[in-house]
């Protein structure tokens, strides 16, 4: 027979219904960014925020949004033409740290990173980032590699995360 898990062990967290995110933080990073929501382009990639804002992170809308269960998926700039920019950082991230979305319905979901990996474009393994492992999960990605001027840069950081908390709206928990 099999032991009963501890009671220690943490419950199960719900997924949040859908609502698209608004604001990502990560405070290690000091990153407090505005989300825009993205949609693929016509080679059906996901394109990055507009250069001219590079504090701006977007948030891909047709798949789920954070907190809810599958992978949601936010991309940043690492630089622009005007130097570093919101996810410049993203490769320091370690395992652990905590990263925050808010969103339209006041919510918070809470990610903890798990891994940072690096990847060659042309080695871009989408069912590894974007795959659905069953519960609530967040990529951030950003451009990485080496750079050249012609085809921009040769490879991506991703920092995969999964859902350990989620706060309710500040009005509606001090009802509680």
Same mark, same amino acid.
């Given at each position: ?8 062990a943490a419950p199960r967290l719900r997924p949040l219904p859908r609502s698209r995110a608004t604001r990502l ?14 949609r693929l382009d016509r080679e059906r990639r996901l394109p990055a925020p507009p250069d001219d804002d590079a ?11 954070? @907190?809810?269960? *599958?992978?949601? $998926?936010?991309?940043? #700039? &690492?630089?622009?033409?005007?130097? !570093?920019?919101?996810? /410049? ?15 339209a319905d006041g919510r918070v979901a809470v990610y903890a990173v798990d891994a940072v990996k690096s990847y ?31 085809? @921009?840069?040769? *490879?991506?950081? $991703?920092?995969?995360? #999964? &859902?350990?908390?989620?706060?309710? !709206?500040?009005?509606? /928990?001090?009802?509680?």
């Amino acid at each position: 027979p099999k032991a009963a898990p501890p009671s220690s062990a943490a419950p199960r967290l719900r997924p949040l219904p859908r609502s698209r995110a608004t604001r990502l933080v990560i405070g290690f990073l000091d990153v407090d960014a505005p989300v825009m929501s993205l949609r693929l382009d016509r080679e059906r990639r996901l394109p990055a925020p507009p250069d001219d804002d590079a504090n701006r992170v977007g948030w891909y809308e047709a798949g789920p949004s954070p @907190g809810q269960r *599958g992978t949601a $998926v936010a991309v940043g #700039h &690492l630089d622009t033409g005007s130097g !570093p920019a919101v996810f /410049a950082g993203l490769a320091e991230v370690r395992r652990g740290r905590l990263v925050e979305v808010t969103r339209a319905d006041g919510r918070v979901a809470v990610y903890a990173v798990d891994a940072v990996k690096s990847y060659e474009k042309d080695h871009f393994p989408n069912r590894e980032v974007y795959g659905d492992r069953g519960r609530p999960e967040l990529r951030l990605i950003t451009c990485g590699g080496d750079y050249d001027r012609r085809t @921009g840069y040769s *490879g991506n950081v $991703v920092v995969f995360a #999964h &859902l350990v908390e989620t706060r309710e !709206p500040p009005a509606k /928990a001090a009802r509680r």
